[in-house]
């Protein structure tokens, strides 16, 4: 299953999920390289986790209690919090891209 984020522009054979991530399923053969892509931010001071972009807003995550004292803060589980944040609140951006090794 190929999952990418919205981008806003049909991709052929791709649909949204429950969570509103475009997917398609494929054949493993059709698979020539996996890679996870990780972004993390500074908001407000703190590092978190950019979890997903809708248009102009960015879902971010972090493992650290207690939840931020910001309106758009929430405790999701166990230290666990989020939040949904204008893109511009967002500083030191750095994506990772890392390559998943996987055997046929």
């Known amino acids: 299953m190929l999952l990418i984020a919205p981008t806003g522009t049909d991709l052929e054979g791709f649909a949204p999920n429950l969570s509103g991530q475009m997917t398609k399923l494929v054949s493993l053969r059709d698979v020539t390289r996996l890679e996870e892509v990780e972004t993390y931010a500074v908001w407000q001071g703190r590092r978190v986790e950019v979890v997903e ?10 493992w650290q209690w207690p939840v931020p004292g910001h309106p758009a803060a ?15 609140e967002l500083t030191e951006v750095v994506e990772t891209v ?7």
């Open 74 to 88: 929430y405790a999701i589980e166990n230290g666990l919090w989020g939040a949904k944040v204008p893109v511009e």
């Open 98 to 104: 890392t390559e998943v090794p996987f055997v046929l």
């Open 53 to 62: 972009l809708d248009g102009g807003q960015a879902w971010i995550q972090q």
